[in-house]
């Protein structure tokens, strides 16, 4: 099945180390993004990435960082500057075509720092 | 600056009840998209609706229906005869570039 996927499904963290979240898509979508929403709250964007081997900063991006070396996968990282990762983190992949523009959405990761 | 506004919280009605959930948004773009997603409590956002801007045909799916008017740039949605399982969380968005603009969402509360 076409889809995006998120592991883990919960993580936690000890403060002061770095974990990484991994989103995988077999959508052959080229642009794929990382949000992240607080309880109660909307989405706000971490990073985003259009194409393979690039990427930019999003409204919150201090404390995290990724790359895109495959299309198929986006994996954040949250490091240890970022002071407050306790937050549930959304994954998402963008098709864009003729006459239509949307993005998809994977399950979710919950990070909670201990 | 664009700008998309939910102004409604929280909305609690009882089952079978319709219920519509307003948004409001700003643009200087005069090509963009509109999006509604659901937030069920399992977290993940599903996609539900995209409204081109030059098309502004009301849309109905099963119970759900979707009123885009730009001449008061809004982009409401109603559930006709809710049930339990309508209840989630659920945002609309705006296009803007490669991102979208989310409104801070509306939690929708279907009481048996």
């Known amino acids: 099945d076409g889809g995006i996927t998120q592991s883990p499904k919960y993580l936690f963290r000890k403060e002061g180390q770095n974990v990484t979240l991994s989103c995988e898509q077999n959508l052959n979508h080229d642009a794929m993004y990382w949000y992240r929403q607080d309880p109660g709250q909307g989405l706000r964007l971490i990073y985003y990435s259009q194409i393979v081997n690039d990427f930019q900063k999003g409204d919150i991006a201090e404390g995290y960082s990724v790359s895109r070396e495959k299309k198929e996968s986006f994996p954040l990282t949250v490091t240890s500057a970022q002071k407050n990762p306790t937050a549930f983190y959304l994954c998402?992949?963008?098709?864009?075509?003729?006459?239509?523009?949307?993005?998809?959405f994977g399950p979710g990761t919950r990070l909670t720092v201990l | 600056a664009q700008k998309v506004t939910q102004a409604q919280t929280e909305i609690s009605v009882v089952e079978k009840e319709d219920v519509t959930l307003d948004c409001v948004y700003e643009t200087r773009d005069t090509t963009y998209y509109l999006f509604w997603y659901k937030q069920p409590p399992s977290g993940e956002l599903v996609f539900l609706i995209r409204?081109?801007?030059?098309d502004e045909q009301n849309e109905i799916s099963g119970r759900y229906s979707w009123n885009f008017q730009k001449s008061t740039s809004s982009f409401n949605f109603t559930i006709t005869a809710s049930q339990v399982v309508d209840s989630a969380v659920y945002f609309c968005a705006l296009s803007e570039a490669y991102q979208l603009i989310w409104g801070a969402g509306t939690k929708l509360i279907i009481k048996p």
């Open positions: 409204r081109n801007s030059f």
């Open positions: 998402a992949s963008r098709y864009s075509g003729l006459s239509t523009d949307t993005q998809y």
